[in-house]
């Protein structure tokens, strides 16, 4: 630090002391230099449309500081978005590090959004330049003219597999990259502060318009760090990971700098997310541990239940996104040896806010007390504070009777939108108000009974339709389950249960009914039940129950006019 900013420091401390230790900026791209030194042989395995291809740490950092100097040669800006619509591979990866090492923004579009959605937020995120995969290009083509800001697209393949395409500017990923003066790039990062924005993610927007989170190179540095405590993630340079969750949902959960920071190796898996495909993969490649949200690991549990197959070596799964179901739980621990944990978090907590990992207090629990203990999301990391408040804000004890909001402050947790949407989300402490409902034990162990917006509430008591699906879900012919709000003249709302059923299985209501009553109030059944073929998912694979509750807003008089 020069003599100046040491004088202005000890200025601003006043009587205190100043540190006598090296001030480091928390910069993204310090991870994969970590990697590339201390892990450089490490293997990352990479499923692109174009071929499998093995690769190190240390090669796609090389790869990465050409991205940069490319993405320089392109006229991007310190600052700029730098879009991607892309699988997991380690091209993306590459330009993950590229952009942020160059000062850019990587801004990852979730391909199954809504068109309207994906030209919404690549217009509001100002992206002018596209990373893509092959499979994209024809939904590109058919949003071009409603991206008139958009001069670039980089196909993410070789000259040889690069599909014909009218996008302007297109050009495959590998002919790009050559372009780079001088041939192996500069081979060096530019130098900025650690609170530079790095990743831009949009939330699912279920409800309302996307709205853009974005992350700093210190928020991600230090997520990454403490997300990776034994009791969460834990990954080591012993672990194989197989990376089935997206890079575009909440960065990953991530995942890209925890597998770097630990060194250990990762498959990324491409678009091969069904349960055959990570079955097979997590076979081949020896994966010692997973994650995801449930709709992916449900796919894995299906082949599983029907070809006989196993992944001997996944000892650990993370799962999170949405509740993870009961039944879920008790087929990984008991019919597969893998160890679930159940982790919470959201696109605006960076993503990750907590993990159920045992501790001392609950070591000792058997039977069902331990398996309600473990569907609970867990307990928050250091860096995630943790306030349960009720309606007007009041802090409520964690005594696992009181009900409320969970409320989160960190540094790794949002400030405000990008474009300054939605002003004053923090209350006067620094709060967010995460609009998860749940109750906090004395141990800390959170307990989310639903979305704020997907309570129930009947004659003035709420109805928790995350125990009600989980109770469902209990049932051997259920396959999907969802429970809304139903309108209803007496009781102000009622629950409408929509489910759907395992191939070849059959249900009445009744016999529904009699399952639920065994493990539920009488009162939160059901009223109506409705047999669906499917049930509408979000873009990152959650039942979307906003679809739901329009599709079946009017139910009551439908139902009184039937
Ligand atoms: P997203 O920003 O798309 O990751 O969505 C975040 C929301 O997903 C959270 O606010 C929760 O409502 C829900 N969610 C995530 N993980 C869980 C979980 N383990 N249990 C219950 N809800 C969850």
């Not at 000062?103 to 992206?127: C, K, M, T, W």
């Not at 498959?267 to 993969?281: K, M, N, V, Y």
């Not at 259920?478 to 007496?490: H, L, N, S």
């Not at 299985?505 to 016999?511: G, K, N, P, R």
Request: glycine share 10%; charged share 20%; with cysteine.
């Amino acid at each position: 630090m020069n003599g100046n900013i040491q004088a202005g420091y000890a200025r601003l401390l006043g009587t205190f002391m100043l540190g006598l230790m090296q001030n480091w900026p928390l910069l993204c791209h310090k991870v994969l230099d970590h990697a590339a030194r201390v892990h450089p042989r490490r293997t990352v395995v990479s499923y692109a449309a174009d071929g499998v291809f093995e690769t190190t740490y240390a090669q796609i950092r090389a790869r990465a500081l050409r991205v940069a100097q490319r993405l320089r040669m392109e006229g991007i800006q310190p600052g700029e978005r730098v879009a991607t619509l892309a699988s997991n591979t380690a091209r993306h990866l590459e330009v993950w590090y590229g952009a942020t090492g160059m000062g850019a923004v990587y801004h990852p579009v979730n391909p199954r959004l809504f068109p309207e959605q994906i030209v919404y937020i690549i217009q509001h995120a100002s992206d002018r330049l596209i990373f893509a995969d092959p499979a994209y290009v024809p939904l590109l083509e058919s949003l071009v003219d409603r991206l008139p800001g958009v001069h670039r697209f980089v196909v993410l393949t070789s000259a040889a597999n690069m599909p014909a395409t009218t996008l302007p500017g297109a050009i495959d990923y590998e002919s790009w990259l050559a372009e780079v003066r001088g041939g192996d790039g500069e081979n060096s990062w530019a130098s900025f502060d650690e609170n530079t924005g790095a990743g831009l993610f949009y939330t699912s927007g279920t409800t309302g318009r996307p709205k853009g989170v974005l992350y700093s190179h210190r928020s991600i540095v230090l997520l990454s760090l403490t997300v990776n405590a034994p009791d969460m993630y834990g990954f080591t340079a012993r672990d194989v990971v197989l990376m089935a969750v997206p890079m575009y949902h909440a960065n990953g959960w991530s995942w890209p700098y925890t597998a770097p920071m630990a060194g250990a190796s990762l498959i990324l898996p491409g678009t091969r997310l069904d349960g055959a495909s990570l079955c097979e993969l997590a076979q081949r490649h020896r994966a010692t541990l997973s994650g995801g949200v449930p709709t992916v690991w449900q796919g894995y549990l299906d082949h599983c239940a029907k070809t006989g197959e196993r992944a001997a070596s996944l000892g650990r799964l993370f799962i999170g996104g949405s509740p993870c179901p009961e039944v879920m739980l008790r087929a990984f621990e008991q019919d597969h040896g893998i160890d679930v944990v159940h982790a919470w978090g959201m696109t605006e907590m960076g993503p990750t806010g907590s993990a159920c990992v045992m501790t001392p207090e609950t070591a000792q629990l058997t039977g069902a007390e331990r398996m309600a203990l473990r569907q609970r999301q867990g307990r928050v990391p250091f860096l995630v504070e943790l306030k349960l408040a009720d309606e007007a804000g009041k802090t409520l004890p964690w005594d696992d009777q009181a009900t409320g909001h969970l409320h989160v402050r960190g540094p790794c947790i949002l400030r405000e939108y990008f474009g300054g949407e939605e002003q004053r989300l923090l209350d006067s402490d620094g709060y967010f108000d995460t609009g998860d409902v749940g109750a906090i034990d004395a141990n800390g162990f959170i307990h989310i009974t639903d979305r704020a917006k997907d309570l129930i509430k009947s004659g003035g008591e709420w109805i928790s339709s995350v125990e009600l699906e989980n109770a469902a879900l209990l049932h051997p012919a259920v396959q999907e389950a969802a429970a809304i709000a139903a309108a209803d003249a007496k009781w102000g709302e009622r629950p409408l249960m929509v489910l759907v059923l395992k191939p070849g299985c059959a249900l009445t209501q009744e016999e529904l009914a009699a399952h639920l009553a065994a493990r539920v109030p009488r009162w939160w059944l059901p009223d109506a039940v409705v047999f669906a073929g499917e049930l509408p998912h979000t873009a990152t694979g959650k039942v979307n129950k906003a679809r739901l509750r329009e599709q079946y807003q009017d139910w009551s008089t439908k139902r009184g006019s039937d």
